[in-house]
């Protein structure tokens, strides 16, 4: 049955393809040989789960016009190692590189027939443009079924590239109408079409597909009775567009199923309606892609968008090596901040190291400054003032007095007996003149000196800030600081994480992800040097071509306008060629199609499946600019 199906759709396919590109019919008198023969191909090469091409089919429909019987001789490039006629009962003899058959037609009759290439045949194949389909399931290179059941956040990237470019000599005429020959890069242009992307809402979140703007563009992502579909088109026509770009799919996934999806691949310039100007040119160019990405999208969709082309990111060859300068850097600055080999026990404040010459970090010094003021700075203080507290006493004040003087009495009481006992005499002079407004002044600045005040000199009073009470207080402010400097970066200390003996991160996961950022790092690096630096390789191999059309984009538009009318008539040249794939009959017009059709990621545990409904659909949506077909077309049941 299934079988059946995918033939089906194969036959729809080509009915749809006579309808594009098969211009109006028109009478004609039997002939010898038939007025016109066109030969459309459309070649699916089927992609194995690493991304390799297994398999090879084409299914040609040849359209012969005119009234009689005709022997038609087509061409196979390649060796076949089957051939059907699908849809009539004409028989085809092959045999060497030819394919003969005998057609007879009434104004017009087609034949469609499936040809399977050997597979010996599929390694010395050069398509025109290469397709390379990578999965990733959080963030590792897997095999799609290695996806089939499984959760996490999964990347599909498609890379494309159009390798038909060669060198050529293109002359024009300058502004000076001076003639000009310059060697420019020369791309047959194609269009590709990425379609067929269904993606479950009960299985999938979060979709993206994202583009870089001059590298990739960016998918159109349409919601529809909870499927999400996701669809590119990507021109590969340098200079204005890159000859090699990628597209992006990521999305967050449980139990993953994921159906075949297709990548159509058409050779195709859409004709801008001037040439004199570049800039009108390019926008006529950018709406013919427009128009090409709506009629071939998914039937869900009314209306698409073509975002500017990205590139793959500068520098991605310099990652690894990225991380492990950050990596390096980050161990520097964590040791800076607490050094896992420094013992405070044993830390001596004469060296400035403990006792094996380890240097504190800053958490480390802070720590230990705060120890300092907490347990030894701060008790000197309630000393200092415990003894201010004591001299205070000592001196009393001048209401003391009446006591014989005595080591309890204070200095006023034994001030005042002196003063009562000498009154009369010089001494009690002295004693009030001299001594008494010094101990005054003394008993004044012993308070000042504890709690702050005015100090009282031999020329007047001062403002005194400095006292032990504000000392001490500034100190327990300056405590707190240090308390709150020294949580926060042992928050920090905890988010780089911690490091062993050697100074290397500290394994430690949580929720099955890095628990810290050095962690985190090293083994974001292990994954990169394990798994995604082969990856990051080849995307380094097309970096050279990606650059070499970079560089023709920039000649074309320094010498502008004048340069325009060749490369399109030299495109419109190689595109004049690239009209089929096995060979077509002589003198014949030529079309052909390249389609790549992924494997399915499905957990039925069956042999890997794919489909052409998609293709099909899309391209249906073209016959709005075709014609109605003449006769009625039913495919039939496909052979045993």
């Known amino acids: 049955m299934q079988k059946k199906t995918r033939l089906s759709q194969l036959l729809v396919l080509f009915v749809v393809l006579s309808l594009v590109f098969v211009p109006p019919l028109s009478a004609a008198a039997p002939q010898a040989a038939p007025e016109k023969v066109i030969d459309n191909e459309l070649v699916v090469s089927t992609l194995g789960g690493d991304g390799s091409i297994v398999a090879i089919k084409v299914l040609n429909q040849l359209r012969v016009f005119g009234d009689g019987s005709y022997s038609i001789q087509d061409s196979s490039k390649f060796k076949l190692s089957s051939i059907r006629n699908l849809y009539g009962s004409e028989k085809i003899n092959y045999s060497g590189d030819k394919v003969n058959v005998n057609i007879s037609a009434s104004g017009f009759s087609d034949l469609y027939y499936l040809a399977q290439l050997d597979k010996d045949e599929i390694a010395k194949i050069d398509l025109p443009v290469s397709v390379k389909v990578e999965y990733y399931l959080d963030g590792k290179k897997v095999q799609p079924s290695q996806m089939a059941g499984k959760s996490g956040h999964i990347k599909i990237v498609c890379e494309v590239e159009n390798l038909t470019g060669e060198l050529k000599t293109l002359e024009f005429k300058d ?10 890069m020369v791309y047959t242009p194609y269009a590709v079409s990425i379609s067929g992307v269904q993606l ?38 340098p200079p204005a567009y890159p000859a090699k770009q990628y597209t992006v799919l990521e999305a967050d996934a449980k139990n993953i199923e994921i159906p075949s999806f297709n990548i159509g691949v058409m050779p195709i310039l859409p004709t801008t309606s001037s040439i004199d100007n570049l800039t009108g040119s390019l926008t006529q ?55 896992p080999n420094f013992d405070a026990e044993s830390y001596n404040m004469a060296t400035g190291t403990d006792a094996k010459g380890a240097t504190p970090g800053a958490k480390d010094a802070i720590s230990l400054m705060k120890n300092t003021i907490d ?24 209401a003391d007095s ?79 600081k240090l308390g709150q400097l020294e949580g926060g970066l042992t928050m920090a200390v905890i988010g780089l994480g911690a490091l062993d003996q050697k100074g290397e991160p500290v394994p430690v996961m949580a929720n099955g992800k890095p628990g810290s950022l050095l962690y985190a790092l090293e083994y974001l690096q292990q994954s990169i040097n394990g798994k995604m630096i082969p990856g990051i390789n080849q995307l380094q191999e097309g970096a050279g071509k990606i650059g070499s059309g970079a560089l023709t984009a920039k000649d074309a538009i320094s010498v502008g306008l004048q340069t325009t009318p060749v490369m399109m008539a030299a495109m419109n040249e190689k595109l004049a060629t690239a009209d089929t794939f096995l060979g077509k009959p002589d003198g014949a017009e030529g079309t052909v199609t390249y389609v790549f059709q992924t494997p399915a990621i499905t957990t039925e545990g069956q042999a890997m499946k794919y489909g052409l409904g998609a293709i099909a659909v899309a391209l249906i949506l073209l016959i709005a600019v075709g014609r109605p077909p003449k006769q009625a077309f039913e495919a039939p049941a496909e052979q045993a």
């Open 402 to 480: 009446g006591q014989e003087p005595s080591l309890s009495t204070s200095l006023y009481n034994d001030i005042n007996y002196l003063k009562a006992a000498t009154a009369g005499t010089p001494a009690q002079q002295v004693i009030t003149q001299a001594i008494e407004p010094k101990l005054k002044a003394m008993n004044n600045n012993v308070k000042v000196f504890r709690d702050g005040g005015e100090m009282i000199t031999a020329t007047g009073t001062l403002a005194f800030p400095a006292s032990v009470s504000a000392v001490e207080l500034g100190s327990k402010t300056l405590s707190e």
């Open 285 to 339: 160019l950018y709406d013919g892609f427009n128009q090409i990405e709506q009629g071939i999208g998914a039937s869900n969709k009314d209306a698409t968008l073509l975002y500017g082309l990205a590139a793959i990111k500068d520098g991605l060859d310099q990652v690894a090596s990225g991380i492990g300068t950050v990596e390096s850097n980050l161990k520097t600055i964590r040791v800076g901040l607490a050094n």
């Open 175 to 184: 502004s000076k109408e001076e003639t000009v020959t310059k060697e420019m």
């Open 375 to 398: 347990s030894q700075l701060l008790a000197a203080f309630g000393g200092q003032k415990m003894a201010l507290g004591l001299m205070e006493n000592a001196i009393g004040t001048s």
């Open 200 to 237: 479950d809402n009960d299985k999938f979140a979060n979709i993206t597909a994202p583009g870089v703007a001059g590298e990739s563009p960016e998918g159109v992502l349409a919601n529809v009775q909870g499927v999400t579909s996701v669809s590119w088109t990507v021109p590969l026509i």
